[in-house]
C-alpha cells in the first residue's frame, strides 16, 4: 500500500513539475497581486474568502523562497572552482555485524556472492539491489547477511542517487584491517565520475580557445579527458558531436576526417565548422 502511494505521489510530482513551469520573478508577481487585493476593503465582506486567499498566498511565499534559494545555491555552484562533491569527502563507511540467521530471499544471491567471496573484495551493490527506488531504500535499510560487512556509499547528490560498494570482512575484530579499507577506498575513489562545475569548464576554454584557435569540440574533448570529467553534455547534438570526435581520436588516423564541402563545389574552404 505504500509503495503504490509512493510510486502515485512520485507520478503525480513529475506529471506537475512538466506542467506547471514558472518562473520565480513571475511567482512573486503573482503573490504580490494577491497580497494587494487581500488589502481591499470590501474583501473583509468574504472572511472564509480572504482566509483562503491568506492561506494561499502563506504557501505560495514559501515556494518562491524555496525556488530563490534554490536559484541561488546553483549559482554559486556553477560558479565555483571546485567540484561540489568529491569522493574523497562525501562518502561514509558502515559495519553491518553478521546476523546469525538465514537471509531473507532477497538477500539470497549476494549472501552466496559474499560467502565465495574473500575478505576484502569490494563488490558494486548496483547489480543486486532493487532499481526501484522504493525498494530500493527498503532493501538497504534491512540489509543484514550470515557474514559480517562493510559498505561504503557514495552521496552524488541531486537526482544521481548514491553509489554503493560492499566487501567482507573478519569475523573476529582483531583481524580488521584499516589498511585494507583504505586500499578499497582509494581504488573505489578513483573508479567514481566527477562532474566539474561550468566556471571550471570556463576557466579552461577562455585559457586555450583564443590563443590557441581550438575548436570547441577539442576544447571538451580535452577538458573531459584531462580532468576525468563525467559531466551530461548539453544538447543531444552536442553529444554526437563529441562522440565523433572522440571516434576519430581513438582510430589515430588524421586521413578519415573528409570536409564533405570540399565534395560540394568548395574546395577553398578551409574551416570544418566542428562545434
Not at 513571475?26 to 492561506?55: G, N, R, Y
Not at 525556488?67 to 549559482?75: A, D, G, H
Not at 567540484?83 to 561514509?92: A, E, G, K, L, V
Not at 584557435?213 to 570529467?229: C, T
Amino acid at each position: 500500500m505504500y509503495k503504490c502511494f509512493f510510486n502515485l505521489f512520485t507520478s503525480f510530482l513529475q506529471l506537475t513539475l512538466c506542467l506547471l513551469q514558472i518562473e520565480s520573478t513571475m511567482l512573486k508577481s503573482h503573490i504580490d497581486s494577491l497580497s494587494d487585493l487581500v488589502m481591499i476593503p470590501w474583501f473583509t465582506k468574504f472572511p472564509e474568502l480572504k482566509e483562503a486567499t491568506a492561506q494561499l498566498i502563506k504557501w505560495l511565499t514559501k515556494y518562491w523562497r524555496l525556488l530563490t534559494e534554490q536559484q541561488e545555491r546553483s549559482r554559486k555552484r556553477h560558479e565555483s572552482n571546485r567540484c561540489i562533491r568529491s569522493p574523497d569527502t562525501n562518502f561514509c563507511l558502515n559495519i553491518i555485524e553478521a546476523s546469525g540467521s538465514t537471509p531473507d530471499a532477497n538477500y539470497f544471491e549476494l549472501n552466496a556472492k559474499m560467502e565465495e567471496s574473500a575478505d576484502y573484495i569490494a563488490l558494486n551493490l548496483d547489480e543486486y539491489a532493487p532499481t526501484d527506488r522504493f525498494d530500493r531504500r527498503s532493501w538497504f535499510q534491512k540489509l543484514q547477511l550470515p557474514v559480517p560487512v562493510q559498505m561504503f556509499t557514495y552521496y552524488y547528490g541531486n537526482y544521481l542517487g548514491n553509489v554503493c560498494f560492499l566487501w567482507k570482512i573478519p569475523a573476529a575484530k582483531e583481524l580488521r584491517r584499516d589498511d585494507e579499507v583504505v586500499r578499497i577506498v582509494t581504488n573505489i575513489n578513483k573508479s567514481l565520475p566527477k562532474y566539474a562545475t561550468r566556471a571550471m569548464r570556463k576557466r579552461f576554454f577562455d585559457r586555450y580557445s583564443d590563443k590557441c584557435g581550438l575548436q570547441p569540440v577539442l576544447l571538451r574533448d580535452m577538458f573531459a579527458y584531462l580532468s576525468q570529467d563525467s559531466s551530461a553534455v548539453e544538447t543531444a547534438k552536442q553529444g554526437e558531436i563529441n562522440a565523433r570526435m572522440a571516434a576519430f581520436l581513438a582510430t589515430d588516423d588524421t586521413d578519415i576526417i573528409v570536409d564533405l564541402r570540399r565534395l560540394n563545389g568548395n574546395p577553398g574552404f578551409q574551416n570544418s565548422g566542428i562545434h
